[in-house]
T-cell receptor, first 114, second 115 residues
Framework: AQSVSQHNHHVILSEAASLELGCNYS??????LFWYVQYPGQHLQLLLK??????LVKGIKGFEAEFIKSKFSFNLRKPSVQWSDTAEYFC????????????FGPGTRLSVLP | DTGVSQDPRHKITKRGQNVTFRCDPI?????LYWYRQTLGQGPEFLTY????????KSRLLSDRFSAERPKGSFSTLEIQHTEQGDSAMYLC?????????????FGEGSWLTVV
């Protein structure tokens, strides 16, 4: 089945460690790609998005993501995490063949230890 | 606050009762989405409106679910004859059209507990 997968269910890091969260999708053709974050007790917020152009996109709070078309991947990275990055992270894809339906991955919970 | 607002934030209902959720999108947004999210899962698409037209519906949206957006502004999601499996967070999101503007912004969600 076509889907969005996220490699890790729960990631635990110490402050200042580097972060990489994996996201893969199985849709062919044109896609729009997103990362959303949900801090404890808050609503989903957009971190960054990719539509076209430079496959390395920068978002808020020092996050970036790289689109690798050949690998159907859109991994999220941050060089040095902070305790305040503790949250749930969701990758989302709009496959062109799916109209305007955003398809979300299952999420990765990030816990950053002070 | 000019973001997406949802009401009520929490609803506890008995099995078999009907419930209705309301979503007020960001004012200039013509697209409105409903999603459902359960613990440990990502949001699952339910339905999508462009202005007042309901353009897409998920297979998850059984006959007991109905959504409307009568004037292209606020939207309601009604669940009839609720079942325990309907317990979830119901999320509303809105956005503007166009390839470059294809981004959606979420409300805080409406928690439904069916007992």
């Amino acid at each position: 089945a076509q889907s969005v997968s996220q490699h890790n269910h729960h990631v635990i890091l110490s402050e200042a460690a580097s972060l990489e969260l994996g996201c893969n999708y199985s849709y062919g053709g044109t896609v729009n790609l997103f990362w959303y974050v949900q801090y404890p007790g808050q609503h989903l917020q957009l971190l960054l998005k990719y539509f076209s152009g430079d496959p390395l996109v920068k978002g808020i709070k020092g996050f970036e993501a790289e689109f690798i078309k050949s690998k159907f991947s859109f991994n999220l990275r941050k060089p040095s995490v902070q305790w305040s990055d503790t949250a749930e992270y969701f990758c989302a894809v709009i496959p062109a063949s799916y109209g305007q339906n955003f398809v979300f991955g299952p999420g990765t919970r990030l816990s950053v230890l002070p | 606050d000019t973001g997406v607002s949802q009401d009520p934030r929490h609803k506890i209902t008995k099995r078999g009762q009907n419930v209705t959720f309301r979503c007020d999108p960001i004012s200039e947004h013509n697209r409105l989405y409903w999603y459902r999210q359960t613990l440990g899962q990502g949001p699952e698409f339910l339905t999508y409106f462009q202005n007042e037209a309901q353009l897409e519906k998920s297979r998850l949206l059984s006959d007991r679910f109905s959504a409307e957006r009568p004037k292209g502004s606020f939207s309601t999601l009604e669940i009839q004859h609720t079942e325990q499996g309907d317990s979830a967070m119901y999320l509303c999101a809105s956005g503007v059209g166009g390839i470059a503007g294809n981004t959606i912004y979420f409300g805080e969600g409406s928690w439904l507990t069916v007992v």
